[in-house]
C-alpha cells in the first residue's frame, strides 16, 4: 500500500506532519474515479501545492476542502509554510504540479509569480490578475469592459503631494466628480481593495451624516457618524446609492460553471452583524436568475480567477456587482465543500492526468447531462418536474361565526375597502388590533349596560377576544378574520326576523398551523425529492440526491416555488425547500427569499365560504342523504356513489345508518369532554402541557365546541362538522395518544368512515359535478401548468445543442424547469378529479389507466404531503416535430400514512416501474400488487447508476438490513417495501451503526427510536416491531411530547407513456369548457 499521506504540510526538517487521507477513502468513496487496485498505488501522484498565508491555509473552509480533494485516487495536496514563503527563495520553495495561490495581508504576491514562472505549474487562479483585483478602478474598469452592470460611478484620483488639486466640488446635498453629479445618498469608497472604509452619506431631509462601514470587529461592521462632509485625503470612487432590501448578495464561484450565493444583512443597514447561537454571521440561501448565473460566469472567466468571490447589489429589477473579491470560499457549508473539491479535483485531473501518463479518464457524471433511463427503456432526458404539493401536518383548524351589526365593525369594514367587493380579509397584526379593540370595548359596555341595544353575543365576543390575544403577538400566520357584507341580514329559520337591515357576517378563523411534525415531513420530502433528478439514486459522500444540488449549483435547474397565502401552506413550502437544496438555518429567511405567494390571482388560493351554485347543491344534497335515521338503501347509493368508488362503498358499509352512526360519535364526544374535565380536575395532570404548546385547557375548548356546534337544537346534525372532528381525533391520536384517553381508536374509526363520504363528496357526488367544482377551484393552475410545459419544449427550438455536444458550455437555456405547487386539500381534490374524470385517456382501451383509475378509487383519503407529480422528457433521437419527441409520466401520493389501518392501504404499481414491452408480461390486475415482490424498477432498469455500492454487499435474506437498503436502491421510493423511506441522508451509514442497538431492543422500545438529535435533521428510526417492518417514524427530539411523525406514501405511478401532445391537448380542453360554463352562466344571470 502507499506510504505518503495524501494531505502534507512542507516543513524545514523536511518531515512531513499532517492528515494521511488513505484511510478517509472506502469502497464507496464517491471520489474514486476508478476500481480500487493495489497495481496503481505505486503511480505517479499529482502533487497540489497550497501557497497562502498560514492564516488562510488552516482555516476551516481550505481544510475541509483539501481533505476531501485528498480522496482523490492521485492528488496529494502540499501545504507550502508560511515561514518558507516569507524568508526561502522561490527556488526553495516545495515542487507541485498544480498550484492554488492568492494574496492576502502580508502575501509576498511577487514571489509567487516568481516561483510561477520558474516551476510553471497549473494555475487554479491567475496571479498576474490579482495584481488588477487589489485595485477597485482596475476592477470596475474590466467589470465595465465585460458589459456587467455596475452601479454609476466616477473616480476620483488625488495626488498625494497636491491633494486639493482635483475635480471634486461639494454641495450640501450632492458632490461633482469629473463633472458627474453624485445626490445622497451616494458611496464613497477607497481605490485600494485592501481598504474596507467605505463611507454611505445621507441626505440632510433624512437626518444628513454618514454610515461608516468597516472589516467586521466583534459584532459591528459599521457605525454612524453625524459627519456629512466627504473626505479630503486620499484617492476614492463615489457611486450612487443602490436601494436593496437590507440585504448584499455574497457569490462564490468554482470554474465558470458552478457558482453559489447566500445573502447577509447588509452592513450599511445598522452595523449588527446578525449571529446565530454559535456566533457565525447569519447567511440566507439565494436563487441566482439566468443572467446572475450569466454574471459569475463572466467574472470568473474576466479575472481568470477559478475560486472567486464578489458581491452582487439587487436593486430596482436589476442586479449589479459592486465588489470582486478574488480567491473566497463559503463558510460553513458541508455541500459546498464537497462540490467545490470535486470540482477542483476534476478540474486539475483533466488537466494533468494525461500529461503525467496517469491512467484516469473524465468521469461521466450521471448529473452533468441530465439524461436518464425511462420506464420503455430508452434514454430520455429529464427536462420538467411539476408537483403540486398539499400542506404538511398542522394543528386542528377552528373557526368562528357571529353576525354583527354594530356601527365600528361597519367604519373598519370601510375603512379597509370591503365595500369594493363585499368581502374583506384581515391578517396583519395593526388590523387584527383594531378587531380585538372592538372586542373590549364591546364587552366592557356589555358589562356596564346589560339592557343596551348591543345585539352581538356575549359569549361569541369574548370567544373572539379570547382567540385574539392568544400567543401574546399576533402574527397572521396564525389568525385571521374575514368579514363578508350582508345587504339583508342573515337569513333566518323564521320570516318575521326578515328585512332587519345590512350586517357583516365575521368569520374568525385560527389554528391550523404547520406542526413541527409537519415541518420535517416536508423537509424529509423535499430531500427525498431530489431522487427523481439525474444522478439523484447515486449516494454521493453518502447523501442521496446531490445530482440536483449540483444541477441546481451549476446553473441548470430553473426551480420556481409557488404557495397559497395560508400560513402552514407558506411554511411547508420553505421547509421542503430547505431539504430539496440542503439548505441550513431557520424556515423565515428561506420562505421570503425562495417562496412566491402574492399577487397570483387565485392560482392557489381558494375562499372556501364562497362556494359555487354547484357546490352549495352538493352539500345540500349530501345533508340530506346523511340525516335519514335508517340503513343505507340500493338507491342511496346510487345517490351518494354514483362512481361506485371502493373507498366510498367501503364506508358506507361500516356507517350502515348515518344517524345511529352520528349518534355514537355524539356520545363518544361526550365521553371525551368528560375525560378531559376529569383530567383538569387532577391537580398532577391539570398543568400538563400537550404537543406543541397545547394544554388540558384548551384541547377541552377545542371538543366542547365541536360537542356544541355538531348536534344543532333541533336535535339534526350538523354534517359540516364532521371534517372538523376528523381533523381533531387524528390530530389527537397521533400527537396526544399519551394521555391515554379511551374510546378514541373507535371515534376515529367512526368519524373517519363519516369522513371519507362527506370530503370527496363535498367536491362533487357525480362525475359532472366533480369537473365542475374542480375547474372552479383549479383552472387558474391548470392554464399555469400547461404553459409550464409548452415553455419548457419552446425554450430550445432555437440554436438548440445535442447534450452530448453541450458539456461545459454555458447553454442557459438547456436546463431542467421544476414548478413546485404548494396548496390546501381542495386544490389537490380538483386537480386529481380532473384527471380522473376529464377524459385524460380511454380507461376501456388503456389497461394501464385504468388500473391506475382502480387505484385511485380505493384511496380512502389525499391526506397531508398529497402529491401529484408531472415529468416532461424529451428523446434526443426522435424528430423534434414527432409526437414521440416529449413523453409526460404521471405519478401520485396519497401523503402521509395514517397509522392505525397501515395494512389496509391500497397498492399501487410503484414509482416508475417497467412497461409492459419490457417485462415481457402483463402488469397485472390491483390484487396482484399487494404481494410482496420487489420493485418493477430494480429489475429492469436498463442502466445502472451506481458503479459500487456497498448496499447489497452482507444481504441476509429476510433482515431488516436487506430491505432498508433495497428500498433506498432503487429509486425514489419503493412501493414493494412500504415501511421505509429513502428520504434520509446518510441513512446507510446509520443503520450501520446502530443496527446492533436496535435490534437487540424490546419490541416496543425499538418503536420510537430514532437517529434524529433535532428536528430539522429528522431521520427515521427503521423499526421492527412484533408485526415484522413496521412503517418508518421520526420522534422529534426537541418537542413537547416527543410525538410520532408517520412517514409518507410513495409515490405511484398513474402513468408512464404520455405524450406531451395528448396531455396540452387535455389540458386545453378542460380550460375551454371551463370558459364556455362560465359564458353560459353569465348568460343566464
Not at 56 to 67: A, G, R
Not at 294 to 307: E, S
Not at 614 to 640: G, N, P, S, W
Request: include cysteine.
Amino acid at each position: 500500500s502507499k506510504q505518503v499521506p495524501h494531505f502534507l504540510e512542507c516543513l524545514e526538517s523536511n518531515e512531513h506532519r499532517g492528515l494521511d487521507c488513505r484511510d478517509m477513502r472506502n469502497a464507496s468513496d464517491p471520489y474514486d474515479e476508478e476500481e480500487d487496485d493495489d497495481n496503481l498505488s505505486s503511480e505517479r501522484q499529482i502533487v497540489v501545492g497550497i501557497c497562502s498565508m498560514m492564516k488562510k491555509s488552516n482555516s476551516k473552509p481550505m481544510t475541509q476542502i483539501m481533505e476531501r480533494l485528498c480522496k482523490f485516487e492521485y492528488i496529494t495536496v502540499v501545504i507550502f509554510p508560511e515561514d518558507v514563503i516569507l524568508n526561502e527563495p522561490v527556488e526553495k520553495w516545495p515542487l507541485c504540479d498544480c498550484l492554488i495561490s492568492f494574496h492576502s495581508k502580508g502575501f509576498p504576491l511577487d514571489k509567487a509569480v516568481s516561483y510561477a514562472k520558474l516551476r510553471n505549474p497549473l494555475l487554479i487562479n491567475d496571479l498576474h490578475m490579482q495584481y488588477f483585483i487589489q485595485d477597485r478602478r482596475e476592477v470596475y474598469r474590466i467589470l465595465q469592459e465585460e458589459g456587467i452592470d455596475l452601479p454609476r460611478y466616477a473616480v476620483l484620483n488625488r495626488d498625494p503631494d497636491r491633494p486639493k488639486e482635483c475635480n471634486l466640488v461639494e454641495g450640501e446635498d450632492h458632490v461633482e466628480v469629473n463633472g458627474e453629479v453624485f445626490h445622497k445618498p451616494f458611496v464613497e469608497k477607497p481605490v485600494s481593495a485592501e481598504d474596507h472604509n467605505v463611507y454611505i452619506y445621507y441626505p440632510t431631509p433624512a437626518g444628513g451624516g454618514s454610515q461608516r462601514l468597516f472589516r467586521k470587529i466583534g459584532s459591528r461592521s459599521s457605525v454612524y457618524s453625524p459627519e456629512s462632509a466627504v473626505r479630503k485625503t486620499g484617492s476614492y470612487i463615489y457611486e450612487e446609492f443602490m436601494p436593496t432590501d437590507g440585504t448584499d448578495v455574497k457569490v462564490y464561484t468554482v470554474g465558470p460553471d458552478y457558482a453559489h450565493a447566500e445573502a447577509r444583512k447588509s452592513p450599511a443597514l445598522d452595523g449588527k452583524v446578525e449571529r446565530d447561537s454559535e456566533g457565525k454571521e447569519i447567511r440566507y440561501p439565494v436563487m441566482l436568475t439566468a443572467m446572475e448565473k450569466l454574471v459569475a460566469r463572466k467574472v470568473c472567466l474576466a479575472f481568470k480567477q477559478t475560486v472567486c468571490g464578489f458581491d452582487l447589489l439587487r436593486a430596482n429589477g436589476h442586479s449589479f456587482v459592486c465588489d470582486v473579491n478574488g480567491f473566497s470560499f463559503v463558510k460553513n457549508s458541508m455541500k459546498y465543500y464537497d462540490d467545490c473539491a470535486k470540482v477542483l479535483g476534476n478540474m486539475v485531473m483533466r488537466e494533468l492526468a494525461p500529461q503525467l501518463h496517469i491512467p484516469w479518464s473524465i468521469p461521466m457524471e450521471a448529473e452533468d447531462i441530465p439524461i436518464v433511463p425511462t420506464t420503455s427503456g430508452t434514454m430520455m432526458e429529464l427536462r420538467c418536474v411539476i408537483a403540486v404539493i398539499r400542506h404538511g401536518d398542522r394543528t386542528p383548524k377552528q373557526k368562528m361565526k357571529m353576525e354583527v351589526r354594530n356601527a365600528l365593525f361597519f367604519d373598519l369594514f370601510e375603512k379597509y375597502g370591503g365595500y369594493k367587493s363585499g368581502k374583506l380579509k384581515l391578517k396583519k397584526p395593526k388590523q387584527l388590533q383594531e378587531v380585538l379593540d372592538i372586542a373590549r370595548q364591546l364587552l366592557s359596555e356589555l358589562g356596564q349596560h346589560n339592557d343596551c341595544e348591543i345585539e352581538e353575543k356575549k359569549s361569541k365576543l369574548e370567544q373572539l377576544k379570547t382567540v385574539l390575544e392568544m400567543y401574546g403577538h399576533f402574527s397572521g400566520i396564525n389568525r385571521k378574520v374575514q368579514l363578508t357584507y350582508l345587504p339583508n341580514g342573515q337569513l333566518k329559520a323564521s320570516s318575521e326576523e326578515e328585512g332587519v337591515g345590512p350586517s357583516l357576517l365575521l368569520v374568525l378563523k385560527w389554528g391550523g398551523e404547520l406542526t413541527p411534525a409537519g415541518r420535517v415531513q416536508a423537509e424529509e420530502l423535499g430531500r427525498a425529492f431530489r431522487c427523481m433528478y439525474p444522478g439523484g439514486q447515486g449516494d454521493y459522500a453518502g447523501f442521496p440526491g446531490c445530482g440536483l444540488l449540483r444541477l441546481h449549483s451549476t446553473y441548470r435547474h430553473d426551480l420556481k416555488i409557488y404557495a397559497s397565502d395560508e400560513g402552514r401552506v407558506q411554511m411547508t413550502a420553505a421547509a421542503f425547500a430547505k431539504g430539496l437544496l440542503a439548505l441550513e438555518g431557520e424556515l423565515t429567511p428561506i420562505l421570503v427569499q425562495m417562496v412566491k405567494s402574492a399577487n397570483m390571482n387565485g392560482l392557489l388560493d381558494s375562499d372556501s365560504d364562497s362556494l359555487t351554485d354547484c357546490q352549495q347543491r352538493v352539500k345540500a344534497r349530501l345533508h340530506d342523504i346523511m340525516q335519514k335515521d335508517q340503513d343505507f338503501t340500493e338507491e342511496d347509493y346510487q345517490k351518494l356513489a354514483p362512481t361506485s368508488s371502493p373507498s366510498l362503498l367501503n364506508s358506507m358499509k361500516i356507517i350502515q345508518n348515518p344517524v345511529r352512526t352520528c349518534d355514537k360519535v355524539y356520545a363518544l364526544i361526550q365521553s371525551l369532554t368528560r375525560q378531559i374535565r376529569s383530567r383538569l380536575e387532577d391537580p398532577k395532570s391539570a398543568s400538563l402541557q400537550l404537543y406543541h404548546s397545547e394544554t388540558l385547557e384548551l384541547m377541552l375548548q377545542r371538543w366542547s365546541k365541536l360537542e356544541r356546534d355538531f348536534r344543532m337544537k333541533n336535535g339534526r346534525y350538523d354534517i359540516s362538522k364532521i371534517p372538523d372532528i376528523y381533523d381533531c381525533i387524528k390530530y389527537d391520536t397521533q400527537h396526544n395518544s399519551s394521555l391515554g384517553l379511551e374510546d378514541t381508536l373507535e371515534l376515529f374509526r367512526l368519524s373517519r368512515a363519516l369522513a371519507d363520504i362527506i370530503i370527496p363528496q363535498e367536491y362533487g357526488i357525480s362525475k359532472l359535478e366533480k369537473l365542475d367544482i374542480a375547474s372552479a377551484y383549479c383552472l387558474p393552475l391548470f392554464r399555469k401548468i400547461q404553459l409550464d410545459l409548452q415553455r419548457t419544449h419552446e425554450d430550445e427550438a432555437v440554436n438548440k445543442l445535442h447534450p452530448l455536444y453541450s458539456r461545459g458550455v454555458m447553454s442557459p437555456g438547456r436546463h431542467v424547469r421544476t414548478r413546485l405547487y404548494f396548496t390546501s386539500e381542495s386544490h389537490v381534490h380538483s386537480l386529481l378529479s380532473i384527471f380522473r374524470y376529464g377524459g385524460l385517456l380511454n380507461e376501456g382501451k388503456d389497461e394501464q389507466w385504468k388500473q391506475a383509475m382502480d387505484y385511485l378509487s380505493a384511496v380512502t383519503e389525499l391526506n397531508y404531503m398529497t402529491q401529484i407529480v408531472i415529468m416532461l422528457y424529451e428523446d434526443n433521437n426522435k424528430d423534434p416535430s414527432s409526437e414521440e419527441r416529449f413523453h409526460v409520466e404521471l405519478h401520485f401520493s396519497p401523503g402521509v400514512k395514517v397509522c392505525p389501518d397501515e395494512e389496509n392501504a391500497p397498492m399501487g404499481f410503484g414509482f416508475r416501474p417497467a412497461s409492459a414491452k419490457v417485462c415481457g408480461k402483463d402488469l397485472g390486475s390491483l390484487e396482484d400488487l399487494s404481494k410482496d415482490e420487489p420493485d418493477h424498477t430494480a429489475l429492469t432498469e436498463p442502466l445502472s447508476i451506481h458503479r459500487k455500492s456497498p448496499l447489497l454487499a452482507n444481504r441476509k435474506a429476510g433482515s431488516m438490513e436487506v430491505r432498508t437498503f433495497r428500498s433506498l436502491h432503487t429509486g425514489l421510493f419503493s412501493a414493494s417495501f412500504r415501511g421505509v423511506s429513502s428520504s434520509a441522508p446518510n441513512l446507510r451509514e446509520l443503520a450501520r451503526a446502530q443496527r446492533k442497538k436496535l435490534l437487540s431492543m424490546p419490541a416496543i422500545k425499538r418503536f420510537s427510536v430514532s437517529y434524529a438529535r433535532h428536528p430539522t435533521n429528522g431521520i427515521g428510526a427503521l423499526c421492527r416491531n412484533d408485526f415484522g417492518i413496521g412503517p418508518l417514524f421520526l420522534c422529534a427530539a426537541g418537542f413537547e411530547g416527543c410525538s410520532m411523525v408517520p412517514s409518507i406514501y410513495p409515490l405511484e405511478t398513474l402513468h408512464n407513456s404520455l405524450s406531451l401532445k395528448q396531455v396540452d391537448e387535455f389540458l386545453s380542453k378542460v380550460c375551454e369548457s371551463r370558459n364556455e360554463t362560465l359564458t353560459k352562466t353569465m348568460k343566464c344571470r
